[in-house]
T-cell receptor, first 114, second 114 residues
Framework: GQNIDQPTEMTATEGAIVQINCTYQ??????LFWYQQHAGEAPTFLSY????GLEEKGRFSSFLSRSKGYSYLLLKELQMKDSASYLC???????????????FGAGTRLAVHP | GAGVSQSPSNKVTEKGKDVELRCDPI?????LYWYRQRLGQGLEFLIY????????KSGLPSDRFSAERTGESVSTLTIQRTQQEDSAVYLC????????????FGEGSWLTVV
């Protein structure tokens, strides 16, 4: 089956660093995505990992270990505007065997406090 | 257009009525997804279109749900005989190809069934 797990909620302090973990079990794998979603808005793309290792993009970094079915999103120098839900998604096999199904976790609500 | 466009942005309908939700993907994007997101929950995969290939309908929750796409352009999600549990935001996303590492979401269509 398909299972993507993330913590439900996290809190952090402005200026700090926070790590949001994601573990997955899917029938196939062809990339892992992180999205940010503010309340009432559409998800916006943050990062994509398909090979093991760390991808850095400004204040945001994402790590992937395919053998462990594990990823994390690292947010540095937290700002109040980073308060949002963070969604982990895995591209899994579709019904025809091709990789066309993006499966999302339930998301992690991050609250940044002054 | 510049981004994924969805309409209507908000729809209130009576239980038992049919609704049509429209998605206009980014020009040139061959892959198109529909997701459902209930309040406070994660994204639930509904259906995927890739070019002229047969769509992956494995996420449609019942036969009241159907979707069409003409070539690589507009898609319509139809919900027949709406029920209160259909109340959710319906998100459309598109990417250049099935392997695209950036998938863009529209603002969503907020459906309320009363």
């Amino acid at each position: 089956g398909q299972n993507i797990d993330q913590p439900t909620e996290m809190t952090a302090t402005e200026g700090a660093i926070v790590q949001i973990n994601c573990t997955y079990q899917t029938s196939g794998f062809n990339g892992l995505f992180w999205y940010q979603q503010h309340a009432g808005e559409a998800p916006t793309f943050l990062s994509y990992n398909v090979l093991d290792g760390l991808e850095e993009k400004g204040r945001f970094s994402s790590f992937l270990s395919r053998s462990k079915g594990y990823s994390y999103l690292l947010l540095k120098e937290l700002q109040m505007k980073d308060s949002a839900s963070y969604l982990c998604a895995v591209r899994d096999r579709g019904f025809s065997g091709g990789y066309n199904k993006l499966i999302f976790g339930a998301g992690t609500r991050l609250a940044v406090h002054p | 257009g510049a981004g994924v466009s969805q309409s209507p942005s908000n729809k209130v309908t009576e239980k038992g009525k049919d609704v049509e939700l429209r998605c206009d993907p980014i020009s040139g994007h061959t892959a198109l997804y529909w997701y459902r997101q209930r309040l406070g929950q994660g994204l639930e995969f509904l259906i995927y279109f890739q070019g002229n290939s047969a769509p992956d309908k494995s996420g449609l929750p019942s036969d009241r749900f159907s979707a069409e796409r003409t070539g690589e352009s507009v898609s319509t999600l139809t919900i027949q005989r709406t029920q209160q549990e259909d109340s959710a935001v319906y998100l459309c996303a598109s990417s250049l190809t099935w392997a695209g590492n950036t998938i863009y979401f529209g603002e969503g269509s907020w459906l309320t069934v009363v």
